[in-house]
C-alpha cells in the first residue's frame, strides 16, 4: 500500500476515534492531513467552535495564527500543501477556572506516532503553544523556545498559542514582532515553495 492510501486509512481510523467517550462535547476529532502537505501545524485542541464547524483554527486565534503567517484563509487551509494536526484532536473541555482543558494525554502518543511519518512531504513544522511544544520537544519553557526558534530550524518552528491571552505576553516581548515574525514568515514561503 503506497503512503497515500496508508495516510487515507490512519485519518479514517483517526476520525472515528471513540477512545475519549467521557469527552464533555463527545468525541470529534478534528485534524487534515495530505501526503503532498509541506507544512504541517501542530497546535493543542480544538476549542468549542472549531469542534462545531469541525474546521480547525476556525475561531479567532486561527485568525490570528494567520496574521502572524501573514496567509489567506484560502491558502491556509490548502489541504494540498498544509496539513493541521493537533496535539489533542478533539475539544477537551474547560477548565473550573476558564479557559480550555489542556490536550488529552493519551491522544498524541495514539495517532501523532500513526498519522506524523505518513506525511512524508512535510518541511517544516509548526509547533503552535506550549503543549505542542511539549509533545514534540519534551518539558521547556516556551518564551525560551520561541526566543530561540533558529535553534530548531529547518524542521520545527515554536510559537506561542495565538490566543487572546499571549496579546500582553506579546506586549511584553517586542522581539517576537520585530525577529520571530519575520523569519516564521520566510521559513513558511521556504518550506511551500
Request: hydrophobic letters at 45%; proline letters at 11%; glycine letters at 8%.
Amino acid at each position: 500500500m503506497d503512503v497515500a492510501h496508508s495516510l487515507d486509512a490512519v485519518a479514517a481510523a483517526a476520525r472515528a476515534c471513540t477512545h475519549c467517550t467521557d469527552l464533555p462535547l463527545g468525541p470529534r476529532p478534528v485534524f487534515r492531513v495530505s501526503a503532498t502537505a509541506r507544512l504541517l501545524i501542530i497546535g493543542q485542541a480544538p476549542g468549542t467552535k472549531v469542534h462545531e464547524t469541525g474546521i480547525p483554527w476556525n475561531d479567532p486565534s486561527g485568525d490570528r495564527l494567520r496574521a502572524w503567517l501573514a496567509m489567506t484563509r484560502e491558502a491556509f487551509y490548502d489541504t494540498a500543501r498544509i496539513a493541521i494536526v493537533p496535539t489533542g484532536l478533539c475539544y477537551p473541555g474547560r477548565l473550573p477556572r476558564g479557559g480550555d482543558a489542556p490536550p488529552r494525554p493519551a491522544c498524541a502518543p495514539l495517532w501523532h506516532p500513526r498519522l506524523l511519518p505518513l506525511l512524508t512531504g512535510v518541511r517544516l513544522t509548526l509547533l503552535v503553544g506550549g503543549y505542542a511544544q511539549d509533545a514534540a520537544l519534551g518539558p521547556g519553557a516556551m518564551t525560551e523556545r520561541v526566543r530561540d526558534f533558529a535553534a530548531h530550524l529547518p524542521r520545527a518552528f515554536p510559537l506561542p498559542h495565538p490566543s487572546w491571552r499571549t496579546i500582553g505576553w506579546e506586549r511584553r516581548n517586542p522581539w517576537f514582532t520585530v525577529e520571530v515574525l519575520p523569519a516564521l514568515r520566510r521559513a513558511v514561503r521556504a518550506a511551500l515553495a
